[in-house]
Nanobody, 119 residues
């Protein structure tokens, strides 16, 4: 069973920083891509950042402020969030496209971690 566990969310003042972590565990053969999504109350989930094959992409709203990175040895992805704004407030979800050892490729989600930015 593949699991994604996020950590690092919390309450921060506008202009502050947080670093989110997402660790994938279980019977994993490979991970094709990992990313971060967020969903604010009453709004649809949106892509924040993703990394695949060493390439990264970001939502326009976070370019220059957020950085996604990964540790392949630990099957972990990070999201460094700087210069946080109140509009960044949302539940942040980790997503991974995983090839398990004894199961077909699948899309997995973490439980979400709350990020709240106060003004």
């Amino acid at each position: 069973q593949v699991q994604l566990v996020e950590s690092g969310g919390g309450l921060v003042q506008a202009g502050g920083s947080l670093r989110l972590s997402c660790a994938a565990s279980g019977s994993i053969f490979s991970i094709n891509a990992m990313g971060w999504y967020r969903q604010a109350p009453g709004k649809q989930r949106e892509l924040v950042a993703a990394i695949s094959g060493g390439l990264t992409n970001y939502a326009d709203s976070v370019k220059g402020r957020f950085t996604i990175s990964g540790d392949n040895d630990k099957n972990t992805v990070y999201l460094q969030m700087n210069s946080l704004k109140p509009e960044d407030t949302a539940v942040y979800y980790c997503n991974a496209e995983v090839v398990p050892l004894q199961a077909p490729l699948g899309d997995y989600w973490g439980q979400g971690t709350q990020v709240t930015v106060s003004s």
